[in-house]
């Protein structure tokens, strides 16, 4: 295969990882502040989105602005419509070797987001959107799966997927461990708002009702910590996303030798790390191991392109 193909077909289920998680936590973060504590004010919620987006807004900038930029603006590379752009066209160069209803549902995708009113964003259709985007994300995936051949072009897809999957649990993890923090600063009575925000990460990351019949108890934050980053049987864990990064460059890269600074080598040797981690090693500090397992993540993609997909 060629590097350029490989290197579509992994950007495009990146973006499509990115747009989903996107959409989920957007939703989840707006729309629960309804039936909010008092605690949880607007300025915190769009905060934490604009935080976990990583786009930037003048600060006391309108609601409207802040959910227009981080949706539907065409002129940020870090907007939902822009993930969703950038999948296309990364589908595009590779449409030879995908299948015709992939290619579809993608372009159909990419249509119903750049053409979505930004008048009737919040006005009208918010929620609609939101929903709409993680609804047509698993169709997608639901083609990469049934309509394409298990072998290396789905392979450098599922690869991408998985790794975007685990940097965007880092980040929705980060983003609300840091209103957890802001919580107990200003108000350190606080535990039924902890709880609260601890459930919208858990519920951001579809992990809230498995959480609870895994643990047979309400959440907390010690338990969505060690669910989200040990739990191996859970899709959305980090230690699992890396499970399928080692199993997907193995189909890319089957039987060959692996040597120190290999993109296999380096997965191997995170997911023994989170293996063999516990919550008692973490609980203490988590924001100190998200940010060097990110770093593991950052310095992954790196190698992967330096091995793979550089041409």
């Not at 409207?64 to 296309?88: D, G, P, Q, T």
């Not at 040797?269 to 060097?292: M, N």
Request: one cysteine or more; aromatic letters at 10%; hydrophobic letters at 40%.
């Amino acid at each position: 295969m060629l590097a350029r193909v490989a290197d579509n077909l992994y950007w495009m289920g990146r973006y499509l990882e990115r747009s989903e998680h996107l959409a989920r936590f957007v939703k989840i973060q707006y729309f629960s502040a309804l039936d909010a504590p008092y605690s949880h004010k607007e300025e915190m919620v769009l905060r934490s989105l604009l935080a976990m987006s990583a786009i930037e807004a003048p600060e006391q900038a309108p609601e409207e602005e802040v959910l227009y930029r981080i949706c539907l603006e065409k002129e940020n590379a870090l907007s939902l419509c822009s993930s969703v752009s950038f999948a296309r066209t990364n589908a595009r160069g590779a449409r030879d070797m995908i299948s015709a209803e992939l290619w579809e549902n993608i372009n159909k995708f990419y249509h119903y987001v750049t053409s979505f009113p930004a008048e009737g964003l919040k006005s009208r259709g918010m929620y609609e959107f939101l929903q709409q985007v993680i609804m047509q994300t698993s169709i997608i995936k639901g083609s990469i799966e049934n309509t394409l051949l298990h072998d290396e072009v789905w392979a450098f897809i599922k690869f991408g997927v998985s790794l975007e999957r685990a940097f965007q649990v880092i980040r929705i993890t980060q983003t609300k461990l840091e209103d957890v923090a802001r919580i107990e600063h200003s108000a350190p009575n606080s535990e039924p708002v902890e709880n609260y925000q601890i459930s919208t990460l858990l519920a951001a990351t579809e992990g809230f009702d498995m959480s609870r019949r895994y643990y047979k108890a309400p959440p907390s934050r010690r338990n969505a910590l060690e669910f989200l980053s040990f739990n191996t049987e859970f899709p959305r864990s980090i230690t699992n996303c890396v499970l399928h990064m080692q199993e997907h460059i193995q189909r890319i890269n089957p039987g060959k030798q692996t040597g120190k600074g290999s993109v296999e080598f380096m997965i191997g040797k995170l997911l023994s790390h989170l293996q063999y981690l516990t919550i008692e090693e973490i609980e203490a500090d988590p924001s100190a191991f998200l940010d060097e397992t990110q770093e593991t993540l950052y310095r992954i993609g790196e190698q992967m392109n330096a091995n793979y997909l550089k041409y």
